[in-house]
C-alpha cells in the first residue's frame, strides 16, 4: 500500500455517501491530498495508523424493524479499499468460479443459477 494506490482509492472514490464521526468529506479531504496522502502513509508505515469508531446509523426494513448500518471516516475509507484491492489481486486468482461468497460480479443469484443449472443438467446423486 502506498500514495499512489491510496490516490488512486481517493479519486474513485464516491463523494456522495455520507460522512463518519470525523465529518470530514471527499471534497475536505482532497483539499490538500498530498499533504493528506503523505501522513496516512507514514502512520501506516509505522504502525500508528487507528481507525476512528464507525458512526452507527439504523435504516428502516420494510418489516417495520431497524438494520443497523456502519458508516466510516474518509480516511477509513480509503485504507479499507486499498486493503480490498491487494486481497482481490493476490486470492482472485486462486478461487475456483463455482466460489461466489463476496467476489466481484458474483452473489447468492448467481450461486443460486449455477447450482440450478448443475442439478438440471450434470448428473447427481
Not at 498530498?34 to 487507528?50: D, I, P
Not at 463476496?102 to 448467481?110: A, L, S
Request: hydrophobic letters at 30%; proline letters at 6%.
Amino acid at each position: 500500500m502506498n500514495k499512489e494506490m491510496l490516490k488512486s482509492c481517493h479519486t474513485q472514490m464516491d463523494g456522495t455517501k455520507a460522512v463518519g464521526m470525523d465529518g470530514i468529506t471527499k471534497e475536505e479531504y482532497g483539499r490538500n491530498p498530498e499533504e493528506n496522502l503523505n501522513a496516512l502513509v507514514e502512520r501506516l508505515k509505522r504502525k500508528s495508523y487507528k481507525p476512528k469508531p464507525a458512526r452507527l446509523v439504523e435504516i428502516p426494513k420494510d418489516n417495520g424493524k431497524l438494520r443497523p448500518l456502519s458508516i466510516y471516516c474518509y480516511e477509513d475509507k480509503l485504507v479499507q479499499e486499498a486493503l480490498r484491492r491487494i486481497l482481490e489481486a493476490v486470492f482472485e486468482p486462486i478461487f475456483y468460479d463455482e466460489m461466489m461468497g463476496f467476489r466481484p460480479n458474483r452473489g447468492c443469484h448467481k450461486a443460486i443459477r449455477k447450482l440450478n443449472i448443475m442439478l438440471e443438467r450434470k448428473p447427481t446423486n
